[in-house]
């Protein structure tokens, strides 16, 4: 399941603002934040596909939410206006972020392409 983030887990488990001026991101797995509200019609959509994503991706990606309603200052700080934004949080590297509740394929290949390193298959040499 996602993990709702508050200010303070926020700054523990993605980004410490208060400490760092520069991005430096806290986390060990990479990450999806959902920025999104309770009376959010695309977001209530898109709650459900980050559940399942979160329980496919365990061990490997994060998959936080984010209440914009509750957490202001949080949605500011990345320039939220509008929900659900979703921000896609590698392990090296900026954050990306994306407007709109995407269908599951799409996030699975933003993270598969963006967050998960890619595995080169060795080239056997006859």
């Known amino acids: 399941m996602s993990e709702h983030l508050n200010k303070e887990t926020f700054r523990q488990k993605v980004f410490d603002f208060e400490k760092h001026k520069t991005w430096q991101y806290e986390g060990t ?38 209440n914009t309603e509750e957490q202001p200052e949080l949605a500011s700080m990345f320039g939220i206006q509008s929900i659900p934004s979703l921000l896609f949080v590698p392990i090296n590297g900026k954050p990306k972020i994306a407007i709109g509740a995407l269908p599951k394929n799409e996030l699975k290949r933003i993270i598969e392409s963006d967050l998960m390193p890619s595995v080169q298959e060795p080239v056997l040499v006859r």
């Open 29 to 66: 797995l990479p990450a999806l934040v959902d920025f999104w509200a309770p009376w959010c019609g695309p977001c209530r959509m898109v709650g459900p596909v980050l559940d399942e994503l979160s329980q496919e991706y365990a061990g490997k990606l994060n998959v936080y939410k984010v």
